[in-house]
């Protein structure tokens, strides 16, 4: 409210005397223009510039116009730590709130370039920032108290080496986590390799115990369907057993491997008469216990194949996804009838949905399709 006085009263000031100025200026040029005697005998240019000079000093004395007095004021009141030095860092001049320089801040000055603005703390006082301003002809110096903030970065810098313990435990942890997923993801896969094996060898034994008599052609030729049967299943023991030996010291299995691998299961149908070729398009490698589940799905296909009249198997294997593979089989032979409807092919889905994975069968006259869709192993 006294501002507001204050204010009103000054403006009122300034339009009473602004107001007397302008009527004696308009008095005169009207009286110059009408050539009265006693305005026609001045000197115009003089009066208006007595005038306007009047005019100047009415201005700065209300405030209109800053003056230097006034910018002196308003340094007074500024409740900053706040000095001007000159060039040899001499004060010339501070705020009344400004406290003594602490110790080293003229030697700082004195290592620093003056043409440009620059923070820095000494050692004497670290919870003092100064601030330094060229200026023509020296440099202002501002202090700011920082103890607050220096109190919060010694809290952050606490927190921070907190923090990095944790994450140093969180790692470890993990490391210790990987460790043990890595060694019960091998043991589960020498848990199912020696559980196929031990089917497959018992297939075996059966197939050899119920062998024909060789009496005429027909037992003849059966018995060489079980025993190329009894050949797949030995192949299929040979290549499911390299895997776990292959899993030791290896990080997993890319598409170098597995393309070898898959030429060698092609070399072995061929020699029973089935003709087999593959595609591997994988871009990243492969845990070692999902090459043994697509191993298996790949022989299951294999062996339903091996019921048809002149089979021929093409195996696609992809990415789907970031964390997923797909495995893409098809069956050509010259049967005439849908393979999808066949006694083996029931006995293909149930050995697929004993395989845990998502899969697709697809048939008709001569031909069945397969796909299988399962997550890579630790994604």
Known sequence: ??????????????????????????????????????????????VYCVLCVVAMEICLDCGVVPSYHDIAGIFDTLP??????TRDLQEVYATPVSKPMPVGVREELRTQAHSRAHAFVVASDPDVMCRAFPLLGGSALLAQD??????????????????????ELLAADYDLKTHLA????????????????????????DLLSSLPPLTDESSSHERYRMLQRAKMLVA???????????????????????????????????????????IIAIRRPMHASTVSALYDCVYDFAFFAYTTDHPALMYHLGDHDRCSVELRAALFSNDDADLSQTPAAQELESALQGRNVAYRLEGEPGQLRMIVLMPRAGE
């Open 80 to 85: 900053l730590d706040l000095k001007v030095l």
């Open 236 to 278: 299929y023991c040979k290549r499911k057993g390299s895997l776990t030996l292959a899993q030791h010291g290896e990080s997993g299995f890319d598409r170098d491997r597995i393309q070898l691998i898959a030429n060698e299961l092609a070399s072995d149908l061929r020699t029973i008469d089935i003709d087999c070729a593959s």
């Open 182 to 205: 890595d060694q019960e993801a091998e043991t589960l896969l020498v848990q199912d390799v020696d559980q196929a094996l031990a089917r497959a060898l018992e297939g075996m034994y």
């Open 1 to 46: 409210m006294k501002l507001i006085i204050k204010a009103s009263f000054r403006i009122q000031r300034f339009s009473g005397t602004a107001a007397l100025v302008l009527l004696g200026g308009a008095f005169f040029a009207i009286s110059y223009a009408l050539r009265v005697p006693w305005a026609w005998r001045l000197n115009f240019s003089l």
């Open 146 to 167: 920082v103890s607050d903030l220096n109190e919060l970065n010694r809290e952050l810098a606490h927190r921070r080496m907190e923090l990095q313990r944790q994450n």
